[in-house]
């Protein structure tokens, strides 16, 4: 495990718990002593945590933990491209589509690149780097003001532009979902992009692995149901799959095998 890793996954257990014991950690991350005291102060000097005899106090919360990009694209990366092959097949040559910047769905965005007559509207300059070398996508960036630490353009000029626009669909990418709290994350310049985006599209998908249920951000996007349609990943606990079935949204499992529905339902395959 590389140490961004590592590090993200220590302010994971802060966020949720407010102190942790370096044996604790020790245990969790199957590193030495002294690779843990190393991340620790590595931490201090970012201002994430304070370190105490023994162990380490947090400086954040669960709702304003932000991950760099790198450390985001690292986690779970094997559950985020299955959600992603599962969710490309529901992107159809000719339709219009928003692509949020976000890991998952810069995954996605790989699968597309053999689309014809594809428009492609996005705030992730990464997506735009992705697909410049499609010859067949339309490409359109809304603009805006760059989060340097996700690589997301938002802001006042992001949020004009998507008042201008209407889409087939729309992709985002869900940092925190809890079924009855509903859609949030940590930003609130995010949050306002998301609900820009689900006014302006016809049909809402969301990609969230598993890591991202009972949790809540920050800054609140929406009800559930704001999504039509959400993909994960089959670690994903059924109870949370369960309520949103049974709130009307259709949620695809996708795993290493196949990509399920919830009834069995063949999935539309692009083309």
Request: net charge neutral; with cysteine; charged share 20%.
């Amino acid at each position: 495990m590389l140490a961004e890793e590592r590090r993200f996954r220590i302010c994971e257990v802060l966020a949720r718990q407010r102190t942790v014991s370096a044996t604790e950690l020790k245990t969790t991350l199957g590193v030495t002593a002294a690779t843990i005291r190393r991340d620790l102060a590595a931490l201090e000097e970012e201002g994430l945590l304070v370190r105490s005899h023994g162990g380490a106090v947090s400086k954040t919360t669960s709702t304003n933990f932000q991950p760099s990009y790198e450390a985001l694209g690292r986690i779970n990366l094997e559950q985020k491209q299955w959600i992603a092959e599962a969710a490309a097949k529901l992107i159809l040559d000719g339709d219009t589509v928003f692509l949020e910047g976000s890991t998952t769905v810069y995954e996605l965005a790989a699968h597309l690149l053999q689309r014809n007559r594809l428009t492609v509207v996005t705030n992730s300059p990464l997506i735009v780097c992705q697909l410049q070398r499609a010859a067949h996508i339309n490409v359109m960036c809304t603009g805006g003001d760059l989060q340097r630490d996700i690589f997301y353009l938002s802001g006042l000029w992001a949020q004009r532009s998507l008042t201008e626009i209407r889409v087939d669909k729309a992709v985002l990418g869900i940092s925190a979902i809890d079924p009855d709290y509903g859609i949030s994350t940590a930003s609130q310049s995010e949050a306002s992009i998301k609900k820009q985006i689900t006014k302006v599209a016809k049909e809402r998908i969301g990609l969230a692995d598993h890591s991202k249920f009972g949790n809540q951000g920050f800054a609140y996007v929406g009800p559930s149901t704001d999504i039509h349609t959400l993909v994960t990943d089959s670690g994903t606990d059924q109870k949370y799959i369960t309520t949103l079935r049974e709130s009307g949204v259709q949620v695809i499992v996708a795993g290493p095998q196949e990509n399920r529905t919830s009834a069995g339902r063949t999935q539309p395959t692009a083309g």
